[in-house]
Nanobody
Framework: QVQLVESGGGLVQAGGSLRLSCAAS????????MGWYRQAPGKQRELVAT???????NYGDSVKGRFTISRDNAKKSVYLQMNSLKPEDTAVYYC???????????????WGQGTQVTVSS
């Protein structure tokens, strides 16, 4: 089965930076879109950023201009560079990938376990 593992979360002061990583593993034939979502306590999960297999990006309004998403297809990984962090960025960040497994035709979405990002004032 597919596994997505996030890393790079932690505690940072407001105005600081963090870089999140997510690596996919398993019997993967191909990976299409990848992305990052986040969820704070008592709030719905929201889009942070997505990136297509060819590098086209999309960002949530609250992070545009501060965060940058990128990917390394050879490493089956997606990254999120977070700059100028604010306390309201505090949340659990989840990696997402839409991919196709070997011996299958359909594409499905998979999620990582999440990594905590805490921004202090």
């Amino acid at each position: 089965q597919v596994q997505l593992v996030e890393s790079g979360g932690g505690l940072v002061q407001a105005g600081g930076s963090l870089r999140l990583s997510c690596a996919a593993s398993g019997s993967i034939f191909s990976i299409n879109d990848m992305g990052w979502y986040r969820q704070a306590p008592g709030k719905q999960r929201e889009l942070v950023a997505t990136i297509t297999s060819r590098g086209s990006t999309n960002y949530g309004d609250s992070v545009k201009g501060r965060f940058t998403i990128s990917r390394d297809n050879a490493k089956k990984s997606v990254y999120l560079q977070m700059n100028s962090l604010k306390p309201e960025d505090t949340a659990v960040y989840y990696c997402n990938a839409r991919l196709r497994l070997h011996r299958t035709i359909s594409e499905n979405a998979y999620w990582g376990q999440g990594t905590q990002v805490t921004v202090s004032s």
